[in-house]
Structure formats: structure tokens, C-alpha cells
């Protein structure tokens, strides 16, 4: 399969998942990072013992700079992207009158306009092919709120929004645009959550179990392959909320 793809935020959690499934599938995979460059290593060190080679570059996706020097780099050596996840992100817990100007500000730009500004980059390129799948990874926060996370929330539910027009606008260059929407998971950015907790979420959940990361990959994996869906946001969830 001689398709390119690039995952935002792809060196731990849901990211890293969907990096080991489509490389797995013999797509080259660009996992871009931020902070977290050993993880980011360590991934990358981990899938060449299983013979499978996938690039790690470093960038601030909420800087317009460094998401132009992460596509340059692809294009320059792979001479195109068919594949694009925005699952970059970071979350807080707030009460909505503490949020402050700077907290909005940095959750605005890391987990909305990234979104913005690596895709506007990105379709260059699917234009120019007339062909290309953009994935935008949100929440079910998007689809129905979280208390203490309403920035969080406001950024999901943006993306959403995003997906559906930017579906319309692209579909008639082939160009397929969709988001998955998780539910609780079991991540790094829900580490804090005690034993007790995973097991209210667990008991409030139709079938009684937590997601993994390969759960959102999986849907992924099927995203790529077809060509008949754009447009939707898919929740995966267990059953949490059902609309």
C-alpha cells in the first residue's frame, strides 16, 4: 500500500495506537510529537524491531511555522500525504468562572486551530491529487458537554463543525473528511482518574467495559479503506451516549 499518512500527537495514546495500525498495514507513517520525544523514540525503536519503519518530527502544532516545516519535510521526501489525523490535544479540568484568558487561549490553539491550520497545509497537496482522508480525532465532549471541561467541550464540538463543512467544500476533489468522536478511553490524558472512578464509568457503560486506543484505530483503519463516507462524526463509546 503505497499511501502516506501523517498523525498529529501520534507518540502516546490514542495517537500511538493509530501510528502501530497503519504502519501495520504497510502505510508510511509520520508520527509528529511535541514534548514527548522519548515516547516518540521509544515507538519508533519499537516498530523497526518488528521491521516496520515509521518517521517521528518534532512539532508545535499550534504554531503555523512548525506545522509548515512538517509538511515541507514529507513532501520533500515522500512527494505527497494522503493521509491525515488530527489527534493532537490536551485537556483541563475547570471549574467554567477559573478558566482563564491564557487557558482558553493555549486549548483553543492546540486542539482547534491545529486542527485549521495542518489540514489548510495538508490539502494543498490532496488538492493538487485530487484524492486524500482527513480524520479529525474530537470527543464525546464535542457531542454533548463535560462539566469542568468546557473549553475542552468547545474545542470538540468545533472540530465537529469543522469536519461537516469542510466535507461538503472538499467532496467534490475526492477528498474525504470525517471524525471520530471517543469516549472515555483509557489514556494518558485520563491518568488521573482514580480506580474508583473508571469503575462508575465502567458501570454507567452499556457494555460494561473501557476503551483502548486500538478501539479508535480500528475505525481508522476503515475510514482509509473506504470511499463512500465523509462528513460524519462516528462515537466510539460503548454505549455512553447514544444520539
Do not use: H
Not at 70 to 82: A, E, L, P, Q, S
Not at 127 to 155: D, F, H
Not at 185 to 193: E, G, W
Not at 195 to 212: D, F
Amino acid at each position: 500500500m503505497n499511501k502516506i499518512a501523517i498523525v498529529t500527537g501520534g507518540s502516546r495514546g490514542i495517537g500511538r495506537a493509530i501510528v502501530e495500525s497503519l504502519a501495520g498495514k504497510g502505510i508510511k507513517v509520520i508520527a509528529n510529537y511535541n514534548k514527548s520525544e522519548e515516547k516518540a523514540n521509544e515507538l519508533k525503536e519499537k516498530l523497526a524491531k518488528e521491521n516496520i519503519i515509521i518517521d517521528i518530527f518534532k512539532a508545535d502544532v499550534s504554531k503555523r511555522a512548525d506545522v509548515k516545516e512538517m509538511i515541507d519535510f514529507v513532501i520533500n521526501k515522500y512527494g505527497k500525504i494522503d493521509i491525515l489525523i488530527n489527534n493532537a490535544g490536551i485537556s483541563q479540568e475547570k471549574m467554567f468562572q477559573d478558566i482563564t484568558d491564557e487557558d482558553w487561549d493555549e486549548i483553543i490553539k492546540v486542539n482547534l486551530y491545529s486542527v485549521f491550520s495542518v489540514t489548510q497545509e495538508v490539502i494543498k497537496n490532496m488538492l493538487k491529487n485530487k484524492e486524500g482522508c482527513i480524520i479529525n480525532i474530537s470527543s464525546i465532549y464535542g457531542i454533548n458537554g463535560g462539566s469542568c471541561a468546557v473549553t475542552y467541550s468547545a474545542t470538540k464540538a468545533g472540530i465537529d463543525g469543522m469536519t461537516k463543512a469542510l466535507a461538503k467544500e472538499l467532496g467534490p476533489s475526492n477528498i474525504r473528511v470525517n471524525s471520530i468522536a471517543p469516549g472515555c478511553m483509557d489514556t494518558d490524558m485520563n491518568s488521573y482518574l482514580t480506580e474508583q472512578e473508571w469503575e462508575e464509568i465502567k458501570n454507567e457503560t452499556p457494555l460494561q467495559k473501557i476503551g483502548k486506543g486500538i478501539d479508535i484505530a480500528k475505525c481508522v483503519e476503515w475510514l482509509v479503506e473506504d470511499n463512500f463516507t465523509t462528513g460524519q462524526v462516528i462515537s466510539i463509546n460503548g454505549g455512553l451516549v447514544i444520539t
